[in-house]
């Protein structure tokens, strides 16, 4: 356990922004598989309405290092992919 102060305020820090890109990480993950799900049962329509809070959940992931610039762009580019399918 850290002993001083500062090293005990960033402890606080780190547990904050683990819990923030948890929920970051948890809220694309159920986005993409709404929206995968959407596909499979042929609801398009659907699908595309949630296309944009999708690729937001994606960006703020990518922004914030939850994931990296590169899968950020492989998932909204496979994404599109099957929506046109």
Do not use: H
């Amino acid at each position: 356990m850290p002993i001083k102060e500062s090293a005990k305020k960033e402890l606080r820090k780190a547990k904050k922004r683990r819990l923030l890109n948890m929920q970051r990480q948890k809220t694309m993950k159920d986005l993409l598989k709404k929206i995968k799900k959407l596909i499979a049962g042929n609801k398009k329509d659907e699908a595309k309405k949630l296309l944009s809070a999708a690729y937001q959940a994606i960006d703020k992931a990518a922004k914030r290092g939850v994931i990296k610039k590169n899968n950020a762009s492989r998932k909204k580019s496979r994404l599109m992919k099957a929506l046109n399918k």
